[in-house]
């Protein structure tokens, strides 16, 4: 860890995680992070649903969720940043507090429950975005919906003029009932609204924004068949796997274990790179897949790739390792490269998907 990184966490620790989160949004605001991207590399750029993406390194969902600090986020060496997750109407989320470090894991344990904004507020901010940066917007349900469905077409169509991309976020447990959409007719109903949303945006606007689906890693084998029947019986530009998990085994910081809500960080590895190994195998070499859970350092980032990711995401781990670790993924990336001897790290994906597809959920 650099002396930044180290004087930052320690300074921040001193803070519950929620001010601490909220310090760091304002730190990126001001500038006084500074950027330190990697050096550019031909060999890390891939083109994915059509979007050309410098390196394959992303900010996840849950870290900006008002659209605040994308394009800072990007200077500190990621690809890309999604924001969100942004529902119509702004809400609290959860009472506080809801926010937990396990530090002996490098892990974190939230249940926030979308406390956002609203779309109003963050598209105001994304119209000030360059155009040409990679943000993608992260699209939910407000918890007192009357039509969760119609809550994601109104993300759509508000942001689809600024986003990238956008990831339909049903795998959160932290709104009751939410993970419900991941069941194979109401995943049917969502998709068919929203990619016909898309579609009707699309030929308003003269350009196709993709949309992603961000599944949850705590699924049976018979609920990856379904969501993998119903992304490949729709126009669908890729799955996000995966989110939160509700899983608490393997901790050793038992001390904040039993709080609810989604645990994330290095405990998460094993269990969302099987799943992502798992859909992987379900959904064909042509669905693009990005890979989030446990990312920690250029050697998770690359065996998410090995295990069928066309690209990575992170969020928690940068709690731990502070803001110089995408720019030290993205150079380790680089050094595997060359270590590997190929022309594109893309060379490497799936080279493992069955070591890790064989394994039980």
């Not at 009472?95 to 979308?114: C, E, H, S």
Request: hydrophobic content about 40%; aromatic content about 4%.
């Amino acid at each position: 860890m650099s002396l930044l990184s180290s004087l930052g966490r320690k300074g921040l620790f001193l803070f519950d995680p929620e001010t601490a989160h909220g310090l760091s949004i304002a730190a990126l605001k001001t500038g006084i992070v500074p950027a330190c991207p990697a050096k550019a590399d031909p060999r890390l750029a891939q083109t994915v649903a059509g979007l050309n993406f410098p390196n394959p390194l992303g900010m996840a969902a849950g870290y900006d969720k008002n659209a605040e600090v994308p394009e800072a986020l990007i200077r500190l060496g990621f690809g890309f940043a999604e924001v969100g997750t942004l529902t119509p109407r702004a809400q609290e989320g959860n009472p506080k507090p809801r926010i937990f470090r396990l530090v002996a894991d490098d892990a974190v344990i939230n249940r926030l429950g979308f406390n956002n904004a609203g779309h109003a507020a963050a598209l105001e901010r994304l119209k000030r975005c360059r155009r040409d940066a990679l943000i993608g917007v992260n699209i939910g349900a407000n918890k007192d919906s009357a039509d969760r469905i119609a809550d994601y077409v109104a993300g759509i169509r508000t942001f689809y003029d600024v986003a990238r991309y956008f990831t339909a976020n049903i795998s959160s447990p932290n709104t009751p009932g939410l993970r419900d959409l991941q069941a194979k007719e109401s995943l049917h109903a969502l998709l068919s609204s929203v990619l016909t949303a898309r579609a009707e945006e699309a030929t308003r606007s003269g350009r196709q924004v993709p949309v992603f689906l961000k599944i949850a890693p705590d699924l049976t084998e018979e609920g990856l068949d379904d969501i993998a029947e119903v992304a490949l019986a729709h126009p669908l530009d890729g799955l996000i796997v995966s989110n939160t998990t509700l899983s608490r085994e393997g901790l050793r910081d038992t001390s904040q274990a039993g709080e609810a809500g989604g645990l994330s960080g290095k405990p998460l590895f094993e269990k969302s790179t099987v799943v992502l190994a798992k859909m992987r195998r379900r959904v064909g070499d042509d669905l693009p897949i990005i890979g989030v859970g446990g990312v920690s350092d250029a050697q998770t980032a690359a065996e998410k790739i090995r295990a069928g990711a066309n690209l990575v995401q992170l969020y928690s781990c940068m709690v731990y390792a502070g803001p110089t670790l995408p720019g030290a993924i993205v150079s380790g990336l680089s050094r595997l490269c060359d270590r590997e001897q190929v022309s594109s790290i893309s060379a490497l994906r799936g080279s493992r998907t069955a070591h890790w597809a064989d394994r039980n959920i």
